[in-house]
T-cell receptor
Framework: EPEVTQTPSHQVTQMGQEVILRCVPI?????FYWYRQILGQKVEFLVS????????KSEIFDDQFSVERPDGSNFTLKIRSTKLEDSAMYFC????????????FGQGTRLTVV | DQQVKQNSPSLSVQEGRISILNCDYT??????FLWYKKYPAEGPTFLIS?????DKNEDGRFTVFLNKSAKHLSLHIVPSQPGDSAVYFC?????????FGGGTRLMVKP
């Protein structure tokens, strides 16, 4: 069964460092997402991506964040200068359509900023 | 601005009984609703969905009900099994993104 894969599963980084979280969405999907979940809190929308551009983003997704689909298979989330409060589980998701279809989620990357 | 709310943070049910998880939404533009199940340190797993043109969708032990006038949906699990113990998130879709509720932790006791 096709699945969304994320690497690494766990990333520890020093405050102020750049991190790149990687995702391989399901191959025939067209819509891609990043969500995050701070420990014990709700799953929060960060950004959606379609046709090689951002289609929607939340207030969380400020100038420190960027997304890219560099090679047609990977979908990356970059945090330029990490802060302690960026520590969270980051989930990538993909959907083949934006209407009436489910999104499939990866297993997540646990980001710890120290 | 919580557009999707799950007012019960936790629910405890005896094995074999019915579990009912509730979700309320405020945005009338939402037209597709989903339930996800989540284990710790794993990604959400899709369970069941319903379009706004329906009021019920059933898949095995799982049934989702939608009351559009009340902006309310619920997930029924019957019979509940210990393996159903997890956090359940409802999500609403309108436009391009999914908006999640805060989750309900379901504990099914043997």
């Amino acid at each position: 069964e096709p699945e969304v894969t994320q690497t690494p599963s766990h990333q520890v980084t020093q405050m102020g460092q750049e991190v790149i979280l990687r995702c391989v969405p399901i191959s025939n999907h067209l819509y891609f997402y990043w969500y995050r979940q701070i420990l014990g809190q709700k799953v929060e929308f960060l950004v959606s991506f379609y046709n090689n551009e951002i289609s929607e983003k939340s207030e969380i997704f400020d100038d420190q964040f960027s997304v890219e689909r560099p090679d047609g298979s990977n979908f990356t989330l970059k945090i330029r200068s990490t802060k302690l409060e960026d520590s969270a589980m980051y989930f990538c998701a993909s959907r083949w359509d934006s209407m009436n279809t489910e999104a499939f989620f990866g297993q997540g990357t646990r980001l710890t900023v120290v | 601005d919580q557009q999707v709310k799950q007012n019960s943070p936790s629910l405890s049910v005896q094995e074999g009984r019915i579990s009912i998880l509730n979700c309320d939404y405020t945005n009338s533009m939402f037209d597709y609703f989903l339930w996800y199940k989540k284990y710790p340190a794993e990604g959400p797993t899709f369970l069941i969905s319903i379009s706004s043109i329906k009021d019920k969708n059933e898949d095995g032990r799982f049934t989702v009900f939608l009351n559009k006038s009340a902006k309310h949906l619920s997930l029924h699990i019957v019979p509940s099994q210990p393996g159903d113990s997890a956090v359940y998130f409802c999500a609403s879709s309108g436009g391009n993104m999914l908006t999640f509720g805060g989750g309900t932790r379901l504990m099914v006791k043997p």
